[in-house]
């Protein structure tokens, strides 16, 4: 488990969105040029936050990478639904 190397990769999504087009263009090949074993890479490439952070990836980089990849619609509620199996709803309008 490389959890450096992922958080590594997220972090530099943040630093540089253009990398999220490179990453959605060819995930195979932007993740050949780092060293993750096949669940790591399994995850980035299905977008499987939830497993990342289940590896020990942190919850702050896969919640900031969340909207990047997914677009900003149903935040923060889309990233709770996926992270927790179980559909989260907004609290009532006061």
Do not use: C
């Not at 190397?5 to 530099?12: A, P």
């Not at 909207?67 to 709770?80: H, S």
């Amino acid at each position: 488990m490389s959890v450096n190397t992922v958080e590594r990769i997220l972090w530099e999504f943040g630093e540089n969105p253009e990398r999220i087009g490179q990453f959605q263009a060819n995930p195979v090949e932007y993740l050949s040029h780092y060293q993750l074993d096949d669940e790591e890479s399994k995850a980035l490439t299905e977008v499987d936050l939830k497993t990342l952070a289940e590896l020990g990836v942190s919850t702050l980089l896969t919640m900031m990478v969340w909207p990047m990849i997914n677009g900003p619609e149903g935040m923060p509620f889309a990233y709770l639904d996926h992270m927790s199996d179980e559909k989260v709803s907004a609290p009532p309008a006061s």
